[in-house]
Each structure stands twice: as structure tokens, then as C-alpha cells.
């Protein structure tokens, strides 16, 4: 039991490493992102007024959580950032703070320039602080480049964190797995996978009872035994129907992997032997979606850049094997802070024209060849490419892409 423990918690961290990774700009939540940050980028009297009206939404929520108690006759000197001011923070800055203090640590910038807080919330948190003095004739506008940049920046993590959130309840609900059976490892199942309306005998095996960390498992059909090796083989088996217009359905059997390189092997009974017809990334339950109508989307690990994912488009051929229906360019949705100018292509052609990508913005990695150019979207819709030489060293500047961009991902 205590195993199944580990392996639950383990498999619940690499599914919130995916989140994060590929799904925290996906197209399900670039909007509320993507709207979030707009405001900050272009906007920043309505950043204030935002500020101002979700204090007043979440004042009452977390007022008590976020603000450190204390005699409201003692007064601290402390900042979460006290050079945000002077220096541009950094991602290490970001992740050394607490979010739930972002916030606060972003409204400190403007704090520190005497802003008159119109919430209670911030006020008070501000007021008990030595070095606050608020003034009326306080304006945006005397805010410096670097402060405006500091401000941009926590508001781009607070937006991740919001985003996190979201994509959380979002998963337990889009995830509710359609078109597929479920069935346990160790025990007899019977199905008709041919469509002669015949049952065929089903057992999944695998090596003993703590599996969390095997290498081995056994899918038999008709007595038949196929025998797979891998890394950590889920628990359970899944009998799909690619494609509703054929007799046949297909069973998965999903590996974990080492380090969240999920794999499917998919399989077919033609009535006399189990054949297999292809391995494709993700899990059953996880990355992989089937319609039913032949045609089947998978996540995939993109090869350059940084840690990310995309969807590769597979359909069965007609000797039913699985095969992948070519893609020029994968889309991808991954929003990340410039940190850097940087120089983009209209096309992957760099003769083509080309245009500056603004330092301290927000913008969207839209897709990628996967294999030299990666495709940026900037939030008023601009789009334009980058090439990389190798992994991820941005061709013509001799500077790896984290250079340019904070919120890259380096998973293993
Ligand atoms: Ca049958
Ligand atoms: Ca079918």
C-alpha cells in the first residue's frame, strides 16, 4: 500500500510537471492570461484600477492570510524586494517568493513611491511600514523603466499561478475520459476487440504487486502472451475505439517512463494474434485524445528549445497500424516574459523582414518546426520566428534562448 503511495504521489507530480509545462499557456487558458497580462503590458492606469477592483474582490477572502499579523502600532521597514526599484528582478527572484505574496510584493513598487492605497487590504498592510509615505499627487507616469519592468514581471507569475489553478480544475474535468474502457491489471476481462461478437479472454500482468518501479508486463489475449519491457507500466489497461466506422478496438497498454516520458503501446486482435500497431507519447488518461473517428491527437516532447509539448495528428493506415499525419509547423502554447529585445522574422527566413520583440512583455511560444524555428505571438497579434543553432542557442546572437526569456522550462 505504502508503494501505491509513492507511486500515486509520483505519478500526481509529473502530471502537475505537465501542467505546468505544457499547459500553462495552453489555449484553453490564454485567455484569461493573455487578458491579465495585456493589461499590464499596455495599460497601466488600468493594471492600478485592476489591482483596485480585485482588491475588492479578494479582500474579504485574503485579507487574513496574506498579511502578517501585528500590533498596529509596530512598524516594520522590511521589503520583499528592497532593490525593485533599482535592479530588474529575475526569475531565481520569483521563485524565491511566496505567491501568495506576489501580489504584495508588486503593489510594494508603487507603495514605495507614496501610491495611495484605496483598499483597506493594502493601506494597512503599507501603512505599517516606517518607510511609507503616501502622497495624492502620486502618478504612474513617475515610475522608472526598471520599476515599470519589476511590476510586469511579478504580474506575469501571478497570472502563471492563476493559470495553475485554473488548468488544475480544468484537467479533473476535460480529462473525464471519453471513448475508452478502463480495466485492472491481474484479472480476466472479456471483450469483443475483433467485433465477431465473440469475447476475447483479456489479462494484463504485471510483475507482482509493488509495480511502482517494474520493467516488465505481460498482455495476454486468448491465452496469446505478448511480453513488454519498460519502466513503470500503469496499474490498469485501456480498450479504445480509434475508429467507430471499424469493427476493431484497440487495447493500450501506458508506461510511465523513467522521467515523464509517457508511452502507449496500441495494440489489435485480428482474430487469430495480437499485433502491435504503434507506440505514441502520453498515457491513456493523460495527453492522449481519441475522437472515434480515425484520426488521434498525442502530446509530444519537443525536441529544441526548452522543456515543452506539443500535439503530433496520427490516423491508422489500412493495414491498421498507426502512423503520423505530417505537421510543417506544431502548435504550441507557452507564455513566457521577455526579458531580453529580440529580433524576429515575418517568416523562417532570415532575410525575411523583421521586428524588434519588447523587453519586459508577455508573449505566447506559438509553435515550432521542431526542428531550427520556434513561432512567438505577441499579445496585439504580432507573429514572428527565431531560429535556434542546437538546442536552444538563439542563431545570430551566440545567447541561449533563458537569456531572452524568463519562464523556460528545463525539466529532465
Ligand atoms: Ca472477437
Ligand atoms: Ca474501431
Not at 531565481?92 to 506576489?102: F, T
Not at 494597512?124 to 510586469?152: C, H, Q
Not at 493500450?252 to 482474430?271: A, K, L, M, N, T
Not at 543553432?389 to 533563458?402: C, F, K, M, Q, V
Request: charged share 30%; aromatic share 12%; glycine share 8%.
Amino acid at each position: 500500500m505504502a508503494k501505491n503511495g509513492g507511486f500515486m504521489m509520483q505519478r500526481l507530480l509529473l502530471i502537475l510537471v505537465l501542467i505546468v509545462v505544457a499547459f500553462t499557456g495552453c489555449s484553453t487558458d490564454e485567455k484569461s492570461l493573455g487578458n491579465k497580462s495585456n493589461n499590464t503590458n499596455n495599460k497601466t492606469e488600468v493594471n492600478m484600477e485592476n489591482t483596485k477592483k480585485s482588491e475588492k474582490g479578494n479582500i474579504e477572502a485574503k485579507e487574513k492570510e496574506a498579511i502578517p499579523e501585528g500590533t498596529s502600532t509596530e512598524y516594520t521597514n522590511d521589503f520583499f524586494f528592497p532593490q525593485s526599484d533599482k535592479v530588474k528582478l529575475t526569475q531565481d527572484d520569483m521563485y524565491n517568493i511566496e505567491s501568495k505574496d506576489l501580489e504584495l510584493a508588486r503593489n510594494e513598487i508603487y507603495a514605495r513611491r507614496g501610491y495611495v492605497f484605496k483598499s483597506e487590504r493594502f493601506s494597512n498592510y503599507f501603512g505599517k511600514k516606517g518607510w511609507y509615505s503616501p502622497r495624492e499627487d502620486f502618478k504612474t507616469a513617475e515610475l522608472t523603466p526598471v520599476e515599470m519592468y519589476n511590476i510586469k514581471l511579478i504580474f506575469y507569475f501571478e497570472s502563471l499561478n492563476k493559470t495553475y489553478e485554473e488548468v488544475e480544475n480544468k484537467i479533473t474535468v476535460s480529462e473525464k475520459i471519453k471513448n475508452i474502457e478502463i480495466y485492472d491489471r491481474n484479472k480476466e476481462v472479456y471483450v469483443d476487440l475483433n467485433g465477431d461478437g465473440i469475447e476475447e479472454k483479456i489479462l494484463y500482468k504485471t510483475n507482482g504487486e509493488d509495480f511502482s518501479y517494474g520493467n516488465a508486463c505481460e498482455l495476454l489475449v486468448n491465452g496469446q502472451e505478448i511480453r513488454l519491457e519498460g519502466s513503470s507500466f500503469l496499474n490498469s489497461f485501456a480498450i479504445v475505439d480509434i475508429d467507430k466506422r471499424d469493427k476493431i478496438k484497440e487495447i493500450v497498454i501506458s508506461d510511465e517512463g523513467p522521467s515523464s516520458d509517457y508511452i502507449s503501446e496500441f495494440f489489435y486482435y485480428d482474430g487469430k494474434k495480437t499485433l502491435e500497431i504503434g507506440t505514441i507519447e502520453g498515457l491513456y488518461d493523460f495527453g492522449i485524445k481519441i475522437g472515434g473517428l480515425g484520426e488521434f491527437s498525442a502530446i509530444s516532447r519537443a525536441d529544441i528549445l526548452h522543456t515543452w509539448w506539443f500535439d503530433r495528428l496520427y490516423k491508422l493506415n489500412s493495414h491498421h497500424k498507426i502512423v503520423e499525419i505530417e505537421q510543417d509547423v506544431f502548435d504550441a502554447n507557452y507564455s513566457v516574459f521577455v526579458k531580453k529585445p529580440l529580433k524576429l522574422y515575418v517568416s523562417r527566413d532570415s532575410k525575411s523582414d523583421s521586428f524588434m520583440l519588447k523587453e519586459g512583455t508577455v508573449v505566447n511560444l506559438a509553435g515550432t518546426d521542431n526542428k531550427e524555428w520556434c513561432l512567438v505571438e505577441t499579445k496585439d497579434g504580432k507573429r514572428g520566428w527565431f531560429a535556434l543553432e542546437g538546442y536552444d542557442e538563439i542563431r545570430g546572437t551566440n545567447l541561449n534562448a533563458w537569456e531572452f526569456f524568463i519562464g523556460l522550462c528545463y525539466a529532465d
